[in-house]
């Protein structure tokens, strides 16, 4: 009988496991780690009274949506997932907020702020990429969205016109330089 060598799996992939297009959109969510009590039921009855842990949780919601919220204690995977998030939180920031907040953006009112806030919208990148049916909740959210979807337009330097101005000045550099040049004297030896 022959002896069948062990077939390698690490070269096919299962669409199942693939995590990079499950995740494609984590930049969007509000993720918030924080520490809750939870009681132990183990070293209570051991003690005879209630003993609580300080457990490490996560929130994460989806923005404009106050029904989809996950709360849960904050798992390996989660803390690997939303890795900036964790290093904020462990870093001891309040907020573990990653974009453009809000109150940032000069265009932005502090009531507007408040009002997005209680919705799950706290980054101008949230913003911009909540749905239109989260805007149905808000007058004058399509203009906002706008705003900000050109706010984020300018700053990424993906600007048409802000590319245009970087080579018309590339352009005026390189002229200036070549008239400097031309301007030098020259460093020939002179013979008398």
Do not use: C
């Not at 949780?57 to 106050?66: F, T």
């Amino acid at each position: 009988m022959d002896s069948l060598a062990p077939t390698d799996w690490t070269s096919v992939k299962d669409p199942q496991f693939d995590t990079e297009p499950r995740y494609a959109m984590d930049s969007k969510l509000h993720v918030q780690f924080y520490i809750r009590p939870v009681l132990s039921e183990t070293k209570s009855e051991e003690a005879q009274r209630p003993i609580f842990l300080d457990i490490e949780h996560v929130r994460i919601l989806v923005p404009g949506d106050k029904l989809n919220i996950i709360d849960r204690i904050a798992s390996p995977d989660d803390k690997a997932r939303f890795a900036d998030h964790y290093k904020k939180f462990k870093a001891g920031i309040g907020e573990q907020i990653v974009g453009t907040r809000l109150e940032a953006v000069p265009w932005m009112t502090r009531s507007k702020v408040e009002e997005y806030k209680y919705f799950g919208i706290f980054t101008v990148e949230q913003l911009a990429s909540a749905s239109d049916e989260t805007g149905q909740k808000f007058p004058g959210f399509q203009a906002d969205k706008q705003k900000a979807l050109k706010f984020l337009d300018a700053t990424t330097g993906t600007n048409a016109q802000l590319d245009e101005l970087r080579k018309q000045v590339a352009e005026l550099t390189a002229k200036l330089s070549n008239q400097n040049v031309a301007k030098e004297p020259s460093k020939a030896p002179v013979k008398a």
